[in-house]
């Protein structure tokens, strides 16, 4: 089947915001041509890849074309405030030996805690079915039924990930470099018992990310296309562990294009009705869960989303879904310009050489690249706040005044 005269065209549109920007920004970093570049590519892969799923429609293409438009304004916007500002870089001095107690002090916490972790997931896993451990605790931690849980052991893994981003920073030097041969297993460790995929491309996109600022000269677009290529590999690795790939080679091409470009065709579905609005129950979802907690008579929404066949069955809607869901097309929108101003105000205190700025932008690139696959930005927000507290404090308690 040809793709359709309005796919193509959208996807000129979208090539085109990626030349724009590259010529306006130049930085493969800048927020703004990661956003173009990845919205581009999912949809040139959607038009002209054929995966046998539904095309995407008059609606979607609309919202991604405006969404490039949105986001690239917002990007614009800080530019445009920033040129008139001191592009000094940003000069702070830690207390290195203090500084490096945090991160070993999340390091030992983790590990002493991970065979906990691994008891408890052989205790999930039991109740399983299949021969594998991993496909087990799998089952067990996400089907209700089986009523699995970390519970508080779960925040572990956001212990370990701030203790490997934070000893990233220290990598310049012989004792970080061992620190983060230590603290790295560990980290996979705690990624691997989350059973996801979505922890991992945070492992690595973060890290990627914080290197290229803390070594540019060794960390260009050649080591991102090489970490971008390992993503797609363990997509398929910890998707084969995980028993989230079909059989055979027909199969696992078939899960790819579901995970890879099913979002779009989902979402296409959803914009194509018209939903009764929820007014913040999707995208202020945590509050609500806290109200719930407190003793509030409030109902969050389900974190598991209700399945569409699209024909092949999945419930990823790419990064609109709750904000469509909550306020309608104009929420979309003005979503996507707040994310272009807020990524490249971070993008801009982190070509400074600012260490919160590197580790904020860092890793909110991870729920910028997600967005072809879910949202990533308000669903996951106490996780964001946790990952915030454990690395503010050791950057805000050992920072030194510079003379």
């Known amino acids: 089947m040809f793709p359709s005269l309005l796919s193509v065209i959208a996807c000129v549109i979208a090539c085109s915001f990626v030349v724009f920007n590259s010529v306006v ?15 581009a590519s999912i949809l040139v892969l959607h038009t002209f890849v054929p995966h046998g799923l539904f095309p995407a429609g008059p609606h979607v293409l609309s919202v991604v074309l405006f969404s490039l438009a949105c986001f690239t304004g917002g990007a614009i916007l800080v530019a445009y405030l920033f040129q008139h500002r001191n592009s000094e870089d940003i000069v702070s001095r830690y207390d290195v030996p203090y500084f490096r107690r945090f991160y070993i002090g999340y390091f030992v916490m983790a590990a002493l805690v991970s065979p906990l972790m691994f008891n408890r997931a052989r205790s999930i896993a039991a109740h399983g079915t299949t021969d594998s451990f991993m496909m087990n605790l799998r089952l067990g931690l996400n089907n209700e039924a089986f009523g699995g849980s970390f519970g508080w052991m779960g925040y572990l893994s956001l212990v370990a990930l701030s203790a490997l981003f934070l000893v990233a920073l220290d990598i310049g030097n012989k004792r970080g470099k061992q620190w983060f041969l230590l603290i790295l297993p560990v980290a996979l460790f705690y990624v691997l018992m989350s059973t996801g995929r979505t922890y991992f491309f945070l492992l690595v996109i973060t890290l990627l990310f914080i290197f290229s600022f803390i070594k540019p000269e060794k960390f260009g677009l050649k080591a991102f ?6 993503i ?5 690795l910890i998707g084969t562990i995980m028993g989230k790939v079909g ?13 890879l470009l099913g979002g779009v065709s989902a979402i296409d579905v959803v914009l ?16 609500y869960a806290v109200l ?4 509030f008579e409030w109902n969050p929404v389900k974190l598991v989303k209700d399945y569409v066949y699209i024909p092949h069955a999945t419930n990823v809607y790419t990064v609109f879904y709750p904000y469509y869901l909550d306020f309608g097309l104009s929420y979309i929108l003005i ?29 909110s690139v991870y729920a910028l690249f997600i967005q072809w ?13 946790i990952v915030f507290a454990l690395l503010a404090m050791p950057l805000i308690l050992t920072k030194k005044s510079a003379n």
């Open 25 to 39: 920004f130049k930085d493969f970093r800048h927020p703004a041509i990661i956003h173009s570049v990845m919205w």
């Open 292 to 295: 719930a907690k407190l003793g």
């Open 272 to 287: 194509s009705t018209q939903p009764d609005l929820a007014y913040g129950s999707n995208t202020f979802r945590t509050f």
């Open 225 to 230: 296309a090489s970490g971008f290529f390992l």
């Open 335 to 363: 979503s996507q310009f707040v994310f272009g101003v807020f990524h490249t105000v971070l993008y801009k205190g982190a070509i400074r050489g600012g260490y919160g700025y590197i580790l904020a932008y860092s890793i």
């Open 373 to 385: 696959f879910q949202d990533q930005y308000l669903s996951l927000l106490t996780s964001w706040l």
């Open 247 to 259: 059989e055979g080679s027909g199969g696992a091409l078939s899960a790819l294009y579901v995970y």
């Open 232 to 236: 797609f590999v363990f997509f398929f």
